[in-house]
């Protein structure tokens, strides 16, 4: 069933070239919602769901709980997203795409910069039922052949990060270690424990992403905490993240 391109967009941010909008959609007679960051041109990127590839968008989507568990069937999140980026004029191969249950209405923006630099994070969080503790909870899915036996746990901590700094692929990869220390210490400094054992503080939750953008101004090499760059990066994403759980904690279901 292909979506309704709803009469509502709303510009959340932009710099250099770069927009970035929230897109109301109907689909299947539900109201879905999508954040896409229109680049400038094509650029490299790493995502945790897709690996490195040229894009020249990002989009992070929000579905309602009628949809979680179609979505969860094989296939079905492409056929989604494919029919919801096409009434927009864009197409999946072209981007890298994140899904989430928190309303994007509740996604947070940060920026930050330095002697020319400068770094944005947008984040969105969800961890009322689905925080775990690397290293001592245990797994909830099992795949095999492509495909997943889980429990049924919703929340999830996306995060898409972008600079005009241009990353190489080392960069790019360290950046991803350097936000996941940052989005820990956001859920650490406000106490999030674990769903599945309370007594200890949550590191994450057991589906979070991120998306690490290349820009095209200065080289960039590398992006650990001993760098300004990795600065920039952990702290955008320290109060997006922070913030973002704040906001969604506020929502029935996250």
């Known amino acids: 069933m292909p979506s309704i ?4 967009t709303k ?4 710099r250099d070239g770069i927009l970035a909008r929230i897109y109301y959609q109907e689909y299947r007679g539900l109201t879905v919602k999508t954040l896409v960051i229109e680049l400038p041109g094509r650029t490299q990127a790493l995502s945790t769901m897709d690996g490195f590839r040229e894009i020249s968008f990002a989009c992070n989507n929000y579905a309602p709980p ?19 980026l096409k009434e927009l004029g864009l197409r999946l191969e072209d981007g890298a795409c994140l899904s989430t249950g928190v309303d994007m209405d509740n996604v947070v923006v940060k920026t930050m910069e330095h002697s020319g630099l ?11 039922t689905n925080a775990m503790r690397a290293g001592l909870d245990e797994a909830q899915c099992v795949e095999e052949a492509g495909k997943f036996t889980c429990r049924d746990r919703e929340g999830t901590i996306n995060i898409i990060l972008l600079t005009n700094a241009k990353l190489t692929a080392g960069a790019m990869a360290r950046a991803l270690i350097t936000i996941t220390e940052a989005k820990v210490a956001a859920l650490q400094d406000l ?12 590191t994450g939750t057991g589906t979070d992403n991120a998306v ?10 590398y992006t650990g905490r001993h760098s300004k760059i990795g600065e920039l990066m952990a702290k955008t994403v320290y109060e997006a993240v922070k913030e973002a759980i704040i906001k969604s904690s506020e929502s029935p279901d996250f």
Do not use: C, M
């Open 212 to 221: 690490i953008i290349s820009g095209w101004g200065p080289l960039i090499t």
């Open 191 to 202: 106490d999030v424990r674990s769903s599945y054992n309370p007594k200890v503080q949550a």
């Open 11 to 14: 510009v959340i941010w932009s």
């Open 118 to 128: 400068w770094v944005t994070s947008f984040a969105t969080a969800g961890v009322k």
């Open 5 to 8: 391109l709803l009469n509502k």
């Open 66 to 84: 009628q949809l979680w568990k179609w979505l969860h069937e094989p296939g079905n999140r492409e056929t989604y997203l494919r029919e919801l």
